[in-house]
């Protein structure tokens, strides 16, 4: 059915109550200001594939949604009239509102404790799935729910006329708005969608070549996948007919050697994508006794609710730890109160003490302007958010419940490490991007929010950082030897991995100061090696090279 005739069916249904006139003002009102939305948006957003795609299936959404209020309309006059009972379930839940102050309930959920995280793991093979969303999936969604507000609501308010039996229609109502309330909610999520794919549609459009580089990496891991699957099978036939599946090998690729080798490569080349960490200035790191290490983390707040904020400790403090048994690691968090009124009372100028509009509870803040006044020296815990993230190096907190996995998620943003699920595209052309998602691991607390957890190399990423850090702050002071000692340490914590080649540089660079050029060479060609893209090391050689000729 054309969108047009659901506007029709419900005209007809208002000439039988005689409320046409009305129906017709509020119709025209809300189609009005939708197109006045559409040709803002059209105006504001550059005109390329994506752009003009996503233009189409905003404004179908645009006229869906008009429909359905229109839809609306109607059956609210009807449960008003012969099912009042059902109004409360009729009436559009108000959205939580956000706003300062405005503080999540934190619920349980299956979060482990350190004993869980050191525990081992059940021998269960992950299976990557990819996530994929575009405009055409977006639309064939929307079309869905078009078509089952015509053929079903629409309809259903159409012929209720005829309906005489008293229980038939207070069941065929009663069934009207749970399709309704079916309805809004599909619509709202489908909202969502849109925003979600202008988001990323954009995004993907101005930093081609990052996600060009992410696609690859996807693309590895579902290689991957796929070859492992093939290595499992149980016969031959089996294993020829996994073969199939995989596109990216060749015909004369068939022994189960030859797969086995490119899964060493896949997992080298995934295992090098990750993104690391970038250790925070305020993390430090106290070892008062061997294989004891504490990561004291000075958190300044001006959240207000006490009960929160000895939650939010715990949850952090006893899930950011490990304990084998031999070694021990834990995050300890110095919870710092500071005041609204202190945040917002800026530096005297001249005799007068000037003072900034300090926000209430429930206000809409600027958050990037509100996190720029902390004071540096500690990671940030506010309020003020739609939802709980982290921004501009400060986490907000949203008004909708929390769960402590999302917590100790978003607390590894603050502490420096980087979401590590992966987001790749397709070129559609006309159609825009497929956005294609993926998790490498669902065991990481950094790429599963969800259900990952703690483990011993995200320690190692803190324990090589702190020793990266001082070994940086030592070079600068001109102890060279001290920052040998430094580097040489985060290598052997963070092993040969790509994440160590900085160190490995940066070693070189000292050496090279202190006169040992043939171990500055050593050194700088396993920064190379490492990361064979990287110029810095390459400029490093050459310079140590040139001074072994003079």
Sequence with gaps: MEEGNSIKYILAVQRRFNFFAKFRFLL??????????????ADDRKQDAYSTRGQEVEQRHKKHTTNLKAAFFELERIVKQERPDLLSTLEDPERRLYGYQLIPAIIPDSSGTCADNSAEM????????TSRFSWPITDARLEKLMGKLDDVLVSKLASLMAISDADIRHKTIEAMVE??????????FLDEMIQHNWLWQSEISLLK?????????????????????????????????????ISSIGPTVRLRSDLLK?????????????KGLALRSYVQLEQAEPHRWVFLVPVTTDIVNESFLQKFKSAIENRWCFDDGQDQYRV??????????????????????????????????????????????AAVLSSGAKKTYVSAGCLFVGPEDVKPSSLVHEFGHLLGFADEYVRGFRDLKQDGYEILEILPDSENIMANSRGGTIHRNHFDALVAGTYFRSGSAAA????HEAAIVAYRKTIEVIGESSNAADAYNNLGWSLKELGNYEQAIVALKAAIELRPEWALPKNNMRLVQNILRD
Excluded at 28 to 41: D, L
Excluded at 123 to 129: A, G, I, L, S, W
Excluded at 179 to 188: D, F, G, K, P, S
């Design 28 to 41: 025209a009102i809300t189609i009005m200001a939708a197109f006045q939305m559409t040709e803002i948006t």
């Design 262 to 274: 490119r899964v060493e490569v896949l997992d080298e080349k995934i295992s090098n994508s990750s």
């Design 122 to 129: 059940q021998e269960e093979t992950y299976r990557p799935k």
């Design 476 to 479: 600068k002071s001109g102890d």
């Design 332 to 377: 300890q968090i110095d919870l710092q109160r500071i005041s609204t009124a202190e945040l917002y009372q800026e530096s005297a100028r001249g005799d007068v003490l000037s003072k900034g509009h300090i926000p209430v509870e429930a206000e809409q803040i600027d958050l990037v302007a509100h996190c720029k006044k902390f004071p540096a020296g």
């Design 209 to 245: 070549t990052k996600y060009d580089k992410s696609t690859l990496v996807h693309d590895a891991i579902v290689e991957r996948m796929l070859l492992l699957d093939a290595l499992s099978a149980d016969d031959d036939e089996a294993y020829e007919a996994a073969l199939l599946e």
């Design 179 to 188: 399709t309704y309330v079916e309805l809004r909610t599909q619509n709202r």
